[in-house]
């Protein structure tokens, strides 16, 4: 069955697998991060994650209320735990220097691994998506990664406000 669903996967979404992959590969090592470019991330995390729930349970109060209330919710406790840690900004050059992560990684694959399949569901048609249970679930797991990312995005920001050099 698994080969099966690979063989009908088309070749696009193995292209976007790769490149996941060496995006959140490139986040495991030590980097340079231009201000401009901090959000970039965590907004293309929270577009795949929102597009994600309106393209498998439409535009649904009960969906997007889960993908709401669960980005906020980890957002607030992404921001308390204050990571990253051991952030440097160079006010000089505007840029950010930042440890390299696993972290990012696994809430990209994630993502990518939830979608993939609720993206099967849909295509075998299986009754399991219409399962309000089902809905809030996906839902909230989309939500709480897409907090994630922006309050690491945020964390770092903040880390040029309080920064001394």
Known sequence: MIFEII???????????VGLLYLGYSQTKNRKVQMQKLFVLP???ILLSIFGTISAFGINKISL?????STILSLIIGLKLSYPK???????????NISGSWIPMILILIIFFIKYIVGVIVAKELEIINDNEFI???SSL???LS???????IVIF???IYNKN
């Open 86 to 96: 051991n952030i440097n900004y160079d006010k000089s050059k505007k840029v950010f």
């Open 7 to 17: 063989k009908h996967t088309p070749v696009w979404v193995f292209i976007l697998f």
């Open 142 to 144: 989309y939500g709480l």
């Open 43 to 45: 907004i293309s995390m």
């Open 136 to 138: 809030i679930i996906i």
């Open 65 to 69: 209320i889960s993908w709401f209330v």
């Open 147 to 153: 907090g994630l990312f922006l309050s690491r995005s």
């Open 158 to 160: 903040k880390s040029s």
